[in-house]
């Protein structure tokens, strides 16, 4: 991906985008109750009988996502993130030039955790991304998760609980902040609004959205530190309402060769919703292209929360330009 190398600067143009992606961010995000309710918890569902996000307590299943993303519930009643969910979080600041496209379509993908007993997987199909340059520091994106799989399993017992179907698509428009070309650091500013896919699938079930913003310091022609503020308005894991929740993120990446390059980062999820632990993260991978064209990642990551220790590893081939 190259930078643009226009300079950013003010414009009736960008000044309406901005308009209306804030706009369109909040009527997506306001029309999110009605879709909770289309697509909310089983008949019934309510105080007292059970989890209408992460699990249904009342039954002892592992782990549910009748109305937020399907979690492993801990013995206690506590839902636990998988640490892979939060790999490579930090987002990049590299803008494209005008009218320039870049693309990935992730092939398929797999991840694994554990956490006190509880195994959860995710299988991926198809996942794409492309982006496009509009001019004046701006670039649009948009992301499209064809086919999620996902399974919250108690050790090696029967009861599990299994949830596929077509992912969410989310779209993003963000800005250069700083002068292109310049020396220094390099950063952006977005938003963000995730469109919810089946209601039979492992994701959220209502539109959630937010911002961020990253900022990437370049150590050396081939190493590079990034960092990012992140700030979004999510579905509960353990009611049917929403909530803000905040990240934070460090990585530090490091280009070996044009086909080889690897990296570490740190995570922090703070959760505005009550009954849930601060989340850490701590995840690590490579990236190879075998042969032109075609990318294979592989990686694993480990998380805390309330004193539960969590790991679990991911990998992916892909395809891009």
């Given at each position: 991906?190259?930078?643009?190398?226009?300079?950013?600067?003010?414009?009736?143009?960008?000044?309406?985008?901005?308009?209306?992606?804030?706009?369109?961010?909040?009527?997506?995000?306001?029309?999110?109750?009605?879709?909770?309710?289309?697509?909310?918890g089983p008949p019934g569902a309510g105080p007292g009988s059970g989890n209408a996000g992460s699990g249904n307590l009342g039954s002892g299943k592992p782990g549910s996502g009748t109305h937020g993303r399907l979690l492993p519930l801990l013995p206690n009643g506590s839902p636990i993130e998988p640490s892979t969910w939060r790999e490579e979080s930090t987002e990049s600041t590299e803008i494209l030039d005008e009218g320039r496209w870049s693309w990935e379509v992730n092939l398929v993908g797999g991840s694994w955790d554990r956490a006190q007993g509880l195994n959860s997987n995710a299988l991926e199909w198809a996942h794409a991304e492309v982006q496009r340059g509009l001019g004046g520091g701006l670039q649009f994106g948009a992301a499209v998760e064809s086919w999620n799989r996902g399974e919250v399993r108690e050790g090696d017992r029967a009861q599990s609980v299994l949830e596929s179907g077509y992912g969410p698509t989310t779209l993003d428009l963000r800005r250069r902040l700083t002068t292109a070309g310049a020396p220094g650091p390099r950063a952006c500013a977005g938003v963000r609004v995730r469109l919810p896919g089946s209601v039979d699938g492992p994701g959220a079930h209502v539109a959630e959205g937010g911002a961020f913003l990253p900022v990437t310091f370049s150590l050396s022609p081939s190493t590079h530190l990034g960092t990012m503020l992140e700030a979004d308005v999510v579905s509960d894991a353990l009611d049917s309402g929403r909530h803000v929740e905040g990240v934070s993120s460090l990585e530090l990446a490091h280009e070996f060769t044009d086909r080889f390059s690897g990296r570490a980062e740190v995570v922090g999820v703070w959760?505005?919703?009550?009954?849930?632990?601060?989340?850490?993260?701590?995840?690590?991978?490579?990236?190879?292209?075998?042969?032109?064209?075609?990318?294979?990642?592989?990686g694993a990551a480990g998380g805390s929360s309330g004193g539960t220790t969590e790991l679990g590893w991911f990998g992916r081939p892909s395809v891009h330009p």
């Open positions: 991906m190259s930078a643009d190398s226009t300079p950013p600067r003010s414009s009736p143009r960008t000044t309406n985008l901005l308009v209306v992606v804030a706009a369109a961010l909040a009527t997506v995000l306001a029309a999110s109750p009605v879709s909770a309710q289309v697509h909310g959760y505005g919703e009550a009954g849930r632990s601060f989340l850490s993260v701590v995840d690590m991978g490579i990236a190879v292209d075998p042969v032109p064209h075609v990318g294979l990642s592989l």
